[in-house]
């Protein structure tokens, strides 16, 4: 029969046609084999990082040459990512995702399209399709979005339960999302009763959250505040250890008066850290106050130093002024004096000359009186 049948093949040689047709239901039977698979579990990203949507066919095969497709039905227009024949075609993409999603083109030819997201957005939650639409595969993969804070939850003593003896405790964590659940937890990891969570949403769309305990005197006194989300392994944690002091055991009066004792005393402490810081910013007030007249009081002192020695120097220049004066009128003066003693002599001359005058003047009236007398 064997023999027979490579007769038959040596007499009708296989057509090129026939020897196509017959690799590409091959390759079609083999590719009807592989099946595009997504995670089994919803992927979990946190706001602002980058996140990996696995999808991959098994057993691998080359998907470098055909059309690949991620979209989500609940968006206008679908398409998050297309790639056709290796080309990549923005233009379909919807605008929330421009720039921000990805293929392994190298991973392509052992059939993995898994689609990178850059820069997680609150608004990429939701359920991606992946798929080979010429081969009729698809998978889905879920996305949701996770957020925890940098730091641990913060506790702090709230107050004291004066009927029960306990301590409130109030514990509070900001950050998250979405909302998460908070724990209180004994020593021996049990839990506390407490009451229903404060959850606040900000403008960031993160919840910052708080939760409040009255935890009653045990044989151990620490507690810890558990903050996490439901469905991921975000969590964090902060333990907290309550001094027995703080712990009142109940006994009719004398728990009302251990009470009221407790509460004295805080409000003597709380009275003496008003007193305290009342002092203090009294005194640098004070403080604050000298020395603003000490600085105007050293201004005064700099600007009257100042003055000081402008008079001084004023003074010293008027001096130098008036001895210049004096003895420049020192030396008109000899003029003035010479001038003087010039005009005076020229007067006694003057009168020594009238005097001559008035001599001779009276010789010759003495001349005549003695001639008039002879006769």
């Not at 407490?194 to 959850?199: D, H, K, S, W």
């Amino acid at each position: 029969m064997l023999l027979q049948t490579d007769r038959l093949s040596s007499q009708f040689p296989p057509r090129p046609l026939s020897v196509l047709v017959f690799h590409l239901l091959l390759t079609h039977s083999c590719r009807g084999q592989s099946q595009l698979m997504g995670p089994p579990q919803p992927i979990v990203a946190t706001l602002g990082h980058d996140v990996i949507l696995p999808c991959h066919l098994e057993p691998e095969m080359d998907v470098t040459a055909d059309t690949l497709e991620w979209t989500r039905s609940d968006l206008n227009p679908i398409f998050v990512n297309v790639l056709r024949a290796g080309q990549d075609l923005q233009n379909t993409r919807n605008p929330s995702y421009k720039g921000r999603t990805s293929l392994f083109r190298d991973q392509l030819k052992h059939g993995n399209i898994s689609l990178k997201l850059s820069k997680v957005q609150l608004s990429d939650l939701g359920t991606y399709t992946c798929d080979i639409p010429l081969n009729f595969k698809h998978s889905f993969v879920k996305l949701v979005l996770a957020s925890g804070p940098s730091s641990p939850p913060v506790i702090s003593l709230s107050g004291l339960d004066g009927q029960s003896g306990g301590v409130v405790l109030q514990c509070e964590s900001a950050g998250w999302y979405p909302e998460p659940e908070v724990l209180w937890l004994d020593a021996e990891g049990k839990l506390l009763s407490a009451g229903p969570p404060e959850t606040v949403r900000g403008p960031d769309d993160l919840y910052t959250v708080s939760s409040r305990v009255t935890l009653e005197k045990r044989h151990s006194s620490s507690f810890t505040c558990r903050v996490q989300h439901h469905n991921t392994n975000h969590t964090t944690q902060t333990l907290f250890q309550v001094p027995d002091a703080f712990f009142i055991v109940p006994s009719s009066c004398s728990a009302s008066f251990a009470v009221n004792g407790l509460f004295g005393f805080m409000l003597v402490i709380a009275a003496v850290l008003f007193f305290w810081k009342w002092r203090q910013t009294k005194r640098g007030t004070e403080r604050n106050n000298m020395d603003e007249v000490d600085k105007k009081e050293n201004n005064f002192s700099k600007d009257e130093d100042e003055e000081i020695v402008h008079l001084k120097k004023k003074s010293k220049q008027q001096l130098l002024e008036e001895a210049e004066k004096k003895v420049q009128t020192l030396k008109k003066e000899p003029k003035a004096n010479n001038r003087k003693v010039e005009s005076k002599e020229s007067e006694l001359q003057g009168l020594h000359a009238e005097k001559q005058r008035n001599k001779k003047e009276l010789q010759s009236l003495k001349g005549d009186l003695k001639k008039k007398n002879r006769e």
